[in-house]
């Protein structure tokens, strides 16, 4: 069985490095997003199993926009919403299969992606 592709959608390089690591050493095919307005381009999420999208992103960039755009033309794509807000706001809970507050572990990232 080939394994799930997840593209991560965050600013914090660092986080999403790490992030990408933690998930193809778990057999994931993890990439992390080249430029933060790849997010919405149809062809950016061809072939996407999971989104990992952080909730707060640079102007001129939103989450939620991004979450909205993929629950619209992507709904298959499983969404995870990441923030350090634990008072996501109700809209962008809506649009997510999960959220996670940062900070979480790897295994609990690894069990939201079921």
């Known amino acids: ?3 799930r592709r ?6 914090d390089l660092m986080l999403s490095e790490m992030q990408r690591d933690l998930l193809t050493r778990a ?3 993890a990439t992390v997003l080249g430029s933060l307005l790849d997010a919405y381009q149809r ?3 061809t072939g996407i199993d999971i989104a990992i999208v952080d909730l707060w992103l640079p102007p001129p960039m939103k989450g939620t926009e991004v979450m909205a ?5 992507f709904p ?3 969404r995870v919403m990441v923030t350090a807000d634990d008072e996501a706001p109700q809209t962008a809970r809506d649009l997510a299969h999960v959220v996670l507050i940062k900070p979480y572990t790897g295994p609990v990232l690894i069990g939201a992606l079921e």
């Open 27 to 29: 057999g994931f095919e």
């Open 1 to 3: 069985m080939p394994a």
């Open 76 to 78: 298959a794509i499983r």
């Open 6 to 11: 997840i593209l991560i959608v965050e600013d």
């Open 69 to 73: 755009f993929l629950a619209s033309n």
């Open 43 to 45: 062809e950016t999420w």
